[in-house]
T-cell receptor
């Protein structure tokens, strides 16, 4: 069973559209994250949620809205997509969110905005 | 703010040799440092964590060192194999605030 699964794997869309990426973890972890990896492979944290509460919001445009219906799910909704949003988005989880814990990553969603 | 520097240029190593990757950070010393492996089209996978009071950590053919004076961690793969070819990412806390930031990673190619 996949520990952290995200869908879709690939997402190709036009500028201005709204899209969502879903993430689920079956590890029983309290904390989930969204990271963005750009074309230069730089992995940047966007958000983290602990037990459905927003903990980290890293100066991300408010077109990006995460939603956590329960601690096993963290979805990312993006409004009015822009060319610069093209990247690979990774969901991750950790047991409690303490910094020394290792992160478990999903396999990524490659978003291409045309 | 904290910055992480990894040589993002590809590192080519002959099979069987030891590969050594470097991670430097710029500001305060973190309480711990992590190393991850990332294969193309996949998410990063955790390999090792080393704490500030540990000089060295080993796991099978992997060894990590942590020098808080030099603000540097070295990641070694001994008896390297082509299957070790991947991008290796260094990660640490941004401000002792549980926020983990990543370096850009070093692409490692083990040549048969």
């Amino acid at each position: 069973d996949t520990a952290v699964s995200q869908t879709p794997k690939y997402l190709v869309t036009q500028m201005g559209n709204d899209k969502s990426i879903k993430c689920e973890q079956n590890l029983g972890h309290d904390t989930m994250y969204w990271y963005k990896q750009d074309s230069k492979k730089f992995l940047k944290i966007m958000f983290s949620y602990n037990n459905k509460e927003l903990i980290i919001n890293e100066t991300v445009p408010n077109r990006f809205s995460p939603k956590s219906p329960d601690k096993a799910h963290l979805n990312l909704h993006i409004n009015s997509l822009e060319l610069g949003d093209s990247a690979v988005y990774f969901c991750a989880s950790s047991p409690t969110g303490r910094g020394q814990e290792k992160l478990f990553f999903g396999s990524g969603t490659q978003l291409s905005v045309l | 703010s904290q910055k992480i520097e990894q040589n993002s240029e590809a590192l080519n190593i002959q099979e069987g040799k030891t590969a050594t990757l470097t991670c430097n950070y710029t500001n305060y010393s973190p309480a711990y440092l992590q190393w991850y492996r990332q294969d193309p089209g996949r998410g990063p996978v955790f390999l090792l964590l080393i704490r500030e009071n540990e000089k060295e950590k080993r796991k099978e053919r992997l060894k990590v060192t942590f020098d808080t004076t030099l603000k540097q961690s070295l990641f070694h793969i001994t008896a390297s194999q082509p299957a070790d070819s991947a991008t290796y990412l260094c990660a640490l806390e941004m401000n002792r605030d549980d926020k983990i930031i990543f370096g850009k990673g070093t692409r490692l190619h083990i040549l048969p």
